[in-house]
């Protein structure tokens, strides 16, 4: 990856929480908990699962700068979002969390040296795992989790 790529995807992440709060802002406050289907989450279980993303997320950057070979654990987030009751959880908070982690995390990112974004570790459910990888994974992430929250407002009203 070239050094001005790694800057688009560094912009990328740092737009990511203002892109994903857009989102959610867009979606009545009615329908934030509304689910298309059973498999599907909500605008509001999306905004925490991003929380509890970016919190695991942003060590995992850091272990992978700054250990020998770390070993990353992978999690199940369809068990998060039923074990940690994401419906019961706070929209307010996470997106405070999702803003202040990134916020805490993109000075790291811009600072890193050529060399640390080749180090890797091992990640439980995905194996070989690098700095480089970490970031094609979260420079998109709440891009991603913005267009999920989108799409379950198009799908609400082409139901309704």
């Not at 070239?2 to 740092?14: F, G, K, V």
């Not at 934030?32 to 289907?37: H, L, Y």
């Not at 790291?108 to 050529?114: G, H, I, K, S």
């Not at 070989?128 to 198009?154: E, F, K, M, P, V």
Request: proline share 4%; hydrophobic share 35%.
């Amino acid at each position: 990856m070239t050094t001005e790529d790694r800057t688009t995807l560094i912009d990328m992440y740092a737009a990511g929480y203002d892109v994903l709060l857009a989102a959610w802002n867009e979606v009545p406050a009615e329908l934030r908990k509304w689910r298309p289907d059973e498999s599907s989450w909500s605008a509001h279980e999306n905004i925490i699962h991003c929380a509890d993303s970016e919190t695991v997320s942003a060590t995992r950057i850091r272990f992978l700068i700054s250990e020998p070979n770390p070993i990353i654990t992978g999690y199940d987030q369809d068990e998060w979002a039923d074990i940690f009751r994401y419906h019961d959880r706070d929209a307010d908070l996470s997106l405070e969390t999702i803003r202040a982690v990134r916020a805490y995390t993109v000075p790291v990112l811009r600072a890193m040296p050529d060399a640390a974004w080749s180090a890797t570790g091992s990640h439980t459910q995905s194996g070989r795992y690098s700095a480089t990888d970490w970031l094609n994974i979260y420079a998109n992430h709440l891009h991603g989790h913005a267009d999920q929250i989108r799409d379950n407002l198009r799908r609400y009203r082409e139901q309704h």
